[in-house]
């Protein structure tokens, strides 16, 4: 009877074995599945209105800074900076973009004091040694967020195949002709991302282009994170008042 015992003790243990031999395959498989497999990360492709793969959804990086030393050249870089969105003339945002003009408001101080924002800024002035249509360059991020705020682009002659390429890639554009002034403006819009492109002639009777992508969101999370920074300070000083008596 021990024998028989014995090898039915030797059966069942064979077959948990196999059985635990078959879960541990399973589960490397599926293991090596989940490792394959890579959810898609938060930033993802670059949305809105790009420049140089840069989108409303982008973070500023030294590495990202250096691609663009590649393609546009030296820059310069300063913190700390003002952020003024008008261009064009007096008036201009106040009668076609109303949304940055508020935003443009709410940025600058009313009484005209110099107001300074935690902000990132490149310059690059020689952009045109890298066999590009862009004579200078300023792009701005913003310094809680590293997403950028906005994009201006200054052209001469060239400028008018910067607007073919934007007219393939966003479509047909909608014109703002310059009440007064002698100017036009076309604008696309792309996930909250404007993008304008004003022609005029400059003081030699030259054509220019002068091009600037808004990102919207990004300038609005600006503010918010402004305001609560506010909010704090303001906080700290209460609390230092009411412990100083």
Known sequence: MSFFKNKKFQASAAVISAIVLILAVVLVKYCSRRAIYQPPSEAGEPEGITFFDLGENSEFSSDVRGKLKDRLGADAIERWNT????????GFLRKFFPELHEINKKLNSPLGERVEHN???????????RNV???????????????????????????SNIIDVVTKKYGKAKTVHWVGEKGTSLYWENSRSILIISIHDDRYGNLEYH??????????????RELQQREHTEEEIKKTGKTAF
Do not use: C, W
């Open 211 to 224: 091009t600037m992508i808004y990102y919207v969101p990004n300038l609005e999370e600006l503010l918010s």
């Open 119 to 129: 902000t990132i800024k490149l310059a690059y002035r020689y952009a045109r040694k």
């Open 83 to 90: 952020l003024d969105l008008s261009i064009n003339y007096h």
């Open 133 to 159: 249509p862009f004579n200078y360059v300023e792009l701005v991020f913003s310094n809680y967020t590293k997403k950028p705020l906005y994009f201006y682009i200054k052209s001469k002659q060239e400028g």
